[in-house]
């Protein structure tokens, strides 16, 4: 019974802990893997398509998302929480290339 409690329990921190895959509906996307410390970016760009997403997976962590919707080089939302260390350069409308995200 103990083990059918905690099974449960961590089954559903789980499930609260996963984000849906913005990237999952992306065909053939251009995808460049940069490295902060020991955090992995991943930036992908759809052909077609106009605007970039960029996943960001801290090394402590779960994983986040930001989003280029209209192609201007700016971040418009987020998916999921933002770290305290990424909070202060996203406060503001910041650009990508200011990120050090590509072009």
């Known amino acids: ?6 099974l449960s329990t961590v089954a559903a921190l789980t499930a609260c802990a996963s984000l849906p895959d913005p990237t999952a509906g992306l065909v053939d996307p251009q995808v460049r893997v940069r490295y902060a410390g020991d955090d992995v970016i991943r930036e992908y760009r759809a052909p077609g398509r106009p605007g970039r997403i960029v996943k960001i ?12 919707d209209d192609d201007d080089e700016r971040i418009d939302r987020h998916l999921g929480d933002i770290p305290p260390k990424y909070q202060d350069a996203l406060r503001f409308k910041v650009r990508f290339e200011d990120y050090g995200l590509m072009r």
């Open 57 to 68: 997976t801290p090394a402590n962590g779960l994983p986040f998302y930001l989003f280029d």
């Open 1 to 6: 019974m103990r083990y059918a409690v905690l």
